[in-house]
């Protein structure tokens, strides 16, 4: 990776500490993301035992994956505490002190290195976190590991064409990097059969905002914590001039008085299969002799 691409992971931690009392109020496109995730695990016949919410953030997926599954248990897990404790059952603020009890399952790690057990989990969850790991290969080995054998991972994550209009303004601007850089879903599909998982399905569609301002743009991002935190990103405050420009730039997109901002979504599911060698397509497993 592009050294100038690589996530400064305690400024992430710290931007979403900050973000977590705005969250809820600004992450419309977060809660609606997960609705569709929610639809489709309609059409997947399966009873998890043990649920990991990877990217839990305030709890809205924990909330809606406690109601589909009310006998499972469940795992929120977040880089964030401010995120957690939002996330927390409603309590006095001097039980919010004590330690968490054992069937409150909320953990706080990066979830490029969870702290849980080999073959342990059902079924992970994680809508819009990947885009915040610096290595998808090492994220998705450390799933595959801590899932059971025939175990199910369903994401949601941002594709290049996020913010693309962002982009493109600021890069008018300065050669600075304003906005992260997201992989490409074929990517990610191969990164999953990399490390073993079987059958993944991988699909797309763009999401647009409509803003009245380019700030409005940049206090929702904010509101979420979504701030630009790569190594290649500015050091001091951009200057009134370029500042501007970039300003200028975007308006160039405005259209019936509003401007877009472009999220593409990405969205995958994959097992971990209970024997490998079900990962090897047909024509594969006939070259090797073994049978179908």
């Excluded at 499972?72 to 330690?99: C, G, K």
């Excluded at 993944?200 to 630009?228: C, F, Q, W």
């Amino acid at each position: 990776m592009n050294s100038r691409q690589v996530l400064d992971k305690k400024l992430l931690r710290a931007s979403f500490e900050r973000a977590a009392d705005s969250y809820d109020q600004a992450a419309v496109l977060q809660r609606e993301i997960s609705n569709r995730m929610l639809t489709r695990l309609e059409y997947i016949k399966y009873q998890p035992d043990v649920i990991l919410d990877a990217g839990s953030g305030t709890g809205y997926g924990s909330q809606q994956l406690a109601k589909r599954y009310p006998k499972s248990r469940l795992i929120a897990m977040d880089i964030a505490w401010a995120m957690l404790s939002h996330a927390r059952p409603n309590t006095a603020w001097w039980q919010r002190l004590l330690p968490l009890q054992q069937h409150a399952n909320y953990v706080c790690a990066d979830i490029e290195q969870f702290p849980i057990q080999n073959n342990s989990v059902g079924m992970i969850w994680s809508n819009l976190a990947l885009q915040w790991c610096n290595d998808l290969q090492q994220t998705f080995a450390e799933m595959h590991r801590i899932l059971r054998a025939d175990g199910l991972l369903m994401f949601s994550t941002f594709g290049p064409d996020t913010l693309k209009e962002l982009r493109q303004s600021f890069a008018k601007a300065d050669s600075y990097d304003h906005v992260n850089r997201f992989v490409d879903m074929h990517d990610i599909g191969d990164l999953l059969l990399n490390n073993r998982f079987s059958t993944p399905v991988m699909d797309m569609e763009y999401i647009t905002l409509t803003y009245d301002d380019v700030i409005s743009v940049m206090r929702d991002l904010k509101a979420i914590g979504a701030h630009n935190v790569v190594q290649g990103r500015r050091q001091g405050l951009m200057g009134k001039k370029h500042w501007q420009q970039a300003i200028d730039a975007y308006e160039t997109l405005r259209r019936a008085g509003k401007l877009p901002a472009t999220f593409e979504v990405v969205y995958g599911h994959a097992w971990k299969p209970r024997d490998p060698r079900s990962i090897l397509t047909p024509e594969t497993r006939r070259q090797l002799g073994l049978p179908p």
